[in-house]
């Protein structure tokens, strides 16, 4: 991440930035009120994680898919298969959010990574006789 030396962080850019990107959640993506809060809240989170309190402003061009990359780490480790699916979900807008608004110089929402979620993965409690016929006639 590039920073640049000399200029104190100011919360009215982030501040500013966020209400840009609710306008556009609304305005744009016509979402619905709890979501725009779910979008919301994450894209808050990521600013404050890259924003430093060294007393330097963030350039946002400077940001790097490993940027991404370290700060869903540092989020999504410790959280089940759901909730970091969720994550990555409310992340991927901002970032492309950031991309339209030329904030960013790619299109970092892309480098996410997919996070597994498989639905139905256990096996069934027991099988049917019919089952289990239908299972060993497959089999050579």
């Not at 904030?103 to 996070?115: K, N, R, T, W």
Request: aromatic fraction near 8%.
């Amino acid at each position: 991440m590039l920073l640049l030396p000399g200029k104190s962080t100011s919360m009215t850019e982030a501040d500013e930035l966020l209400k840009r990107y609710r306008r556009y959640l609304v305005e744009q993506r016509d979402l619905a009120p709890r979501t725009i809060a779910h979008y919301d809240s994450m894209a808050r989170g990521f600013l404050k994680d890259c924003l430093p309190s060294t007393g330097c402003v963030v350039d946002l061009r400077g940001l790097t898919v490993a940027d991404v990359t370290g700060f869903l780490l540092r989020k999504t480790s410790c959280l089940a298969g759901r909730s970091a699916k969720n994550f990555v979900c409310w992340l991927r807008p901002f970032l492309r959010f950031l991309y339209l608004e030329d904030l960013v110089e790619s299109q970092l929402a892309v480098a996410l990574p997919p996070v597994a979620g498989w639905r139905q993965t256990q096996l069934p409690a027991r099988l049917t006789p019919s089952e289990v016929e239908a299972l060993l006639a497959s089999c050579d």
